[in-house]
C-alpha cells in the first residue's frame, strides 16, 4: 500500500477501508431487519439533524419567550428542559416530536413498537446530555438509541 492510499483510507474512515478490502457490512439497518430505501428504512443522518435544529429552535422561542424573557442566558439553560419535555411527551405519544413530524420521521422499538414511557425518558436524558447523541454505531443510531433500543425510521 503507498502513502496515498493509506492517506485516503484514514480520510474516508474505517468503514470505507475495510469495504475497499472486501468486507460487506450490508446497508444501514440490514441487522435490524429494516429495508434499505423507503418507509420503515433507517432515517438519514441529515434529516436527523435538521430535525433536532427544528426542535431546539422550537424550545429556545419557547423558553425565551415563556419562561425567561430577556434572558438569553438563562433560556440556553430552560431550552434543556423543554427539549427533554418535548421529546417525552411527543415521542411517548405521538412516536415523533414536531421538528421529526415535519422531516418525516419516527421514533420506534426496534421491534417495530412504539416506545414505552420510561424507554423514551431514558432517550431523552441522553440526547439532551448531548455526548451519547454523537456516538454512533455502524447503522447510524446514536448511543441513545442503543440504550434505549429504539431506531429513528423514515415515515
Known sequence: MDNR???GSWLSGPRAA???MGADFGH???RLGLPQDGPGSM????RRFGAL???WTLCMVIAYGLIAPGDQAAAGNWAVAVLFVLN???VGTLGSTP???LLGLRVISVDGERLGF???AVRSLLLCLALPALIWDRDGRGLHDRLSRAVQVRT
Open 5 to 7: 492510499q493509506a492517506i
Open 18 to 20: 475495510a469495504e475497499e
Open 28 to 30: 444501514r439497518g440490514e
Open 43 to 46: 432515517a438519514p443522518l441529515g
Open 53 to 55: 435544529f427544528l426542535d
Open 88 to 90: 417525552v411527551l411527543t
Open 99 to 101: 421538528g421529526k413530524r
Open 118 to 120: 420510561g424507554r423514551v
